[in-house]
């Protein structure tokens, strides 16, 4: 959820393990999430999923059939937008206005310094359902509303390539949990091998952590979407070099009695910061359960020819959300 302790209701963290509810079981579909091991991991994240997709729709555009052969395969992006092809991907171009009339959607956008207009038969917006409101003013007041409730949590992933783990295996850990630290997890990346990559198998060889930073800002009466926007500002304001600052004290304190020296043994740091990461989800401290359809359901309605999709549209950040939604979304336009 990206929030803070005191954000989160006590279900949820008894859900997904955390520890204090001594006695309490948790439910059977969460005991089982739990107990699953994490193995379905690519080692760009998300991105091979877009991959393998674009290679789906576009075949010349990507080599090879198969999970496998997608992690090295490079993308021809000159076969993206083919003036003949039945599927066309149009890059760095930015929708800014949609509307309706008796032909159809009319859509503008902004690509290469200019503003564009395309007509289409149907349309499926699958960005941030959030601007939504703001790209099809001629929406329902209702849904405008709904739609700006989907919130999102800033987010903070850091990659820090270290020169060997040693450290670790001389402390005996592969993963720290630090609530009260900057970044609050602190863990050796996932051993993957796959397509050409083999994960680092001794100590001695380079290796990535992953940091988790999550831009939070005490409750103090706020709702959890006031702190998001409060903890965007917080993400947006700092510089790299002050990441760089806590990463190096933090792995220092956390790890310098295992032998690491930060400007020793750090090769390279990467701080991906999403003012807008993950998708609002419902938090029962600051929403109530009501009776008939749900705000994000509200949200995602088809309004005439166009119809709404991505993870937002079900408040759920996660890929399976946004392939549900998806598929929801197309569904909503037959036969329109």
């Known amino acids: 959820m990206a929030l803070g302790a005191d ?6 963290a008894l859900s997904a393990g955390y520890p204090g509810f001594a006695g309490l079981d948790v439910a059977p579909e969460n005991e089982a999430e ?36 997608i992690v090295l395969a490079a993308l021809d992006y000159s076969k993206l937008d083919l003036p003949n092809s039945f599927i066309r991907l149009r890059l760095n171009s930015t929708a800014v206005s949609v509307r309706q009339d008796h032909e159809g959607v009319d ?27 703001f ?21 903070v992933y850091a990659n820090v390539a270290i020169r060997n783990w040693r450290p670790f295996i001389k402390l005996g850990v592969h993963e720290v949990y630090c609530p009260s630290a900057f970044f609050s997890l602190v863990k050796l990346d996932y051993p993957v091998t796959l397509g050409g990559y083999r994960n680092p198998r001794s100590p001695d060889e380079p290796m990535i952590l992953h940091l988790v930073h ?6 103090r009466g706020l709702t959890a979407n006031e702190q998001c926007r409060r903890g965007r500002e917080k993400l947006l304001s700092m510089t790299f070099a002050g990441y760089e600052e806590r990463i190096r004290d933090q792995l220092s304190r956390m790890l310098g009695t295992g032998g690491f020296e930060p400007s020793r043994d750090i090769a390279a ?35 005439g020819r166009v119809a709404i999709a991505n993870s937002d549209a079900a408040w759920d950040a996660y890929l399976h959300a946004a392939i549900d939604q998806a598929s929801r979304a197309v569904e909503d336009l037959n036969g329109v």
């Open 7 to 12: 954000a989160i209701p006590s279900f949820d």
């Open 34 to 69: 739990l107990n699953e091991p994490y193995i379905y991991h690519f080692l760009d994240g998300n991105a091979s999923i877009a991959r393998l997709l674009v290679r789906r729709l576009i075949p010349d555009a990507a080599p090879g059939h198969t999970m496998n052969d």
């Open 107 to 133: 859509i503008g956008y902004a690509a290469n310094g200019k503003l564009r207009r395309i007509m289409a038969r149907r349309s499926i917006l699958a960005c941030y359902n959030m601007i939504i409101p």
């Open 135 to 155: 790209l099809m003013p001629d929406l329902p007041e209702e849904q405008k509303a709904a739609l700006r409730l989907g919130v999102k949590a800033p987010l």
């Open 214 to 219: 999550t831009p939070n800002t005490p409750n």
């Open 269 to 303: 740091i990467t701080v991906n910061r999403w003012p807008h990461g993950y998708a609002h989800a419902f938090n029962s401290l600051y929403e109530a359960e009501t009776e008939g359809p749900k705000p994000y359901e509200i949200a995602r309605q088809r309004f």
